[in-house]
């Protein structure tokens, strides 16, 4: 005869708020990409490569993405500063 038990536990774990931040804009906009506002439009800006060279490409985003990824720099900003 076989009893199952269920159970649950707490652990103790440490989150690096800066890590969290960085991942969640890059989940976004992706790695290296960055966003600009340019002639009341809203752009991601990313680097191109073609076997040696690379260039700066970019793509229209919503104001609603551009205002998250900089809301989101502001705090990392912020945290990368009072992390010293």
Do not use: C
Not at 50 to 72: M, R
Request: proline share 1%.
């Amino acid at each position: 005869m076989n009893m199952q038990v269920y159970g649950s536990f707490t652990q103790q774990v440490i989150i690096d708020p800066i890590s969290v931040i960085e991942k969640l804009i890059a989940r976004e906009i992706g790695d290296g990409s960055w966003v600009f506002k340019e002639n009341d439009k809203y752009y991601r800006g990313f680097e191109v490569g073609y076997g040696g060279h690379t260039w700066d490409d970019s793509e229209e985003i919503s104001e609603e993405l551009y205002n998250y990824i900089t809301s989101l720099k502001i705090v990392l900003n912020h945290l990368k500063e009072n992390d010293k």
